[in-house]
């Protein structure tokens, strides 16, 4: 078995590929589940964000664990694989570490993706599919990303998606305070985004949700109001800044919604952030005029920019990471050694129980306690000694110089000895 990582993000695949193999909260342990029962797979976790789904195994065939995230989606192999990454094991762990140290974002220096590699892991551990190699690598990668984000300049000045979305308004409206925003969604990215437009002081903010309870919470944080998703329809004419993330699987904002709000408008222009994956609004409502249509990628491109002062850690990050991957790849070898030393100790300690209960024996029968003891002490010698020496007696010319160093080596013989 080895460390593999394999997957799509943002570098091998478009948005309209990535929505159709994300992995919602819901369905995360039991997938991890189905990958490990059916599959030759010891370990497994999965990130998966609006930018990436990549999974990362302890697994013997590869090939097979690969099949099993088309399978899992119900898509055809050869529609998603040429779109794939596959790297095994050193590759793998460099490509975990640089991805949470973000170096693989879509935003360079970006740290939420931190946050999404504890939230894989705590749902490897509650699938049980979290063994030793993995929760080594995890552990591991969150000291890189501390050391990297700490050490360097990486962070500096980063542009998140919440304040790109901002950015792009202010590039199409004038003053944010005179517009009426609609966040749709009650996660983490649609709260970091009205905390940016908040510094806007826009003119209105409204959230919607499946629950109210959780829109009620960022409503009274940011002073707006609440509304259902069954009153949309009826409410989305009225703002100017459509800002939307949620988990839904399919779009919740058709073209026919968009129409009805604009002719309501009498056809004033409404921007429209979709960060979801997949997206919240249908692809066709970017072809109706009087729409600005921008998804996570537009924001990704936005946000790239200005990025010098980042751009100049990056290979500093990248040192500190490929020390930390040696140090790992180090570990991981000496772990393939362990049966072997388990394996040496358990030998002799059969030699040494044999001598002891041989000694033992004679001293109940009333030997001399030191003349049992010289005996044991030179059985356990010869015991331990038989195999070397039987090696190097029986080694050919061309082995047994190799094999004299190794055990000068081993038992630290100098050459006078």
């Given amino acids: 078995m080895e460390l593999f990582a394999f997957g799509i993000n943002h570098h091998t695949a478009p948005l309209s590929l990535r929505e159709q193999v994300v992995f919602s909260a819901e369905n995360m342990v039991q997938a991890l589940r189905d990958l490990v029962d059916h599959n030759p797979v010891k370990e497994a976790a999965i990130i998966s964000t609006c930018n990436r789904t990549e999974i990362y195994c302890h697994t013997a065939e590869p090939q097979q664990a690969m099949h099993w995230l088309a399978n899992f989606h119900q898509l055809k192999a050869h529609h998603l694989e040429p779109h794939m990454f596959q790297l095994p094991q050193e590759r793998a762990v460099k490509h975990a570490f640089r991805v949470a140290s973000g170096l693989d974002s879509m935003v360079l220096g970006e740290p939420q993706i931190l946050g999404q590699f504890k939230s894989a892991v705590r749902a ?69 985004c009205a905390t940016h437009f908040s510094a806007q002081h826009p003119k209105h903010a409204t959230f919607a949700n499946r629950t109210l309870e959780r829109a009620q919470l960022l409503a009274d944080r940011f002073r707006g109001r609440t509304i259902t998703f069954n009153e949309l329809a009826s409410q989305l004419a009225g703002h100017d800044i459509i800002v939307t993330c949620t988990a839904s699987t399919l779009p919740i904002i058709g073209k026919g919604l968009i129409e009805s709000a604009l002719r309501a408008r009498k056809h004033r222009p409404i921007l429209i952030i979709d960060l979801a994956v997949p997206r919240d609004v249908e692809a066709e409502v970017e072809k109706l005029d009087d729409v600005f249509l921008y ?59 044999h001598e ?58 100098k050459h006078s000895e």
């Fill in 124 to 192: 490897a551990e509650s699938a049980g599919t979290l063994g030793l190699l993995l929760n080594k690598l995890f552990q591991r990668t969150f000291s890189v990303a501390k050391a990297v984000r700490s050490e360097t300049d990486i962070g500096a000045s980063t542009v998140s998606m919440a304040s790109a979305a901002v950015k792009l308004a202010e590039r199409i409206y004038p003053k944010i305070a005179d517009q009426n925003v609609l966040f749709i969604g009650a996660g983490e990215m649609i709260e970091l």
């Fill in 356 to 413: 002891l209960e041989r000694a033992m024996h004679r001293l109940s029968h009333g030997e001399d306690v030191t003349q049992v003891l010289e005996q044991m002490s030179h059985a356990l010698t010869n015991k331990f000694l038989h195999a070397p020496t039987h090696a190097l007696n029986h080694a050919s010319d061309e082995d047994r110089e190799q094999l004299v160093a190794m055990l000068r080596r081993l038992h630290q013989l």
């Fill in 295 to 353: 998804t996570v990628d537009d924001l990704g491109r936005l946000a790239r920019e200005g990025l010098d002062m980042r751009h100049s850690a990056v290979a500093q990050a990248e040192a500190i990471i490929e020390t930390q991957v040696g140090d790992f790849m180090q570990w991981m070898d000496n772990r393939q050694l362990v049966p072997t030393i388990r394996a040496l100790r358990d030998d002799a300690e059969r030699m040494r129980r």
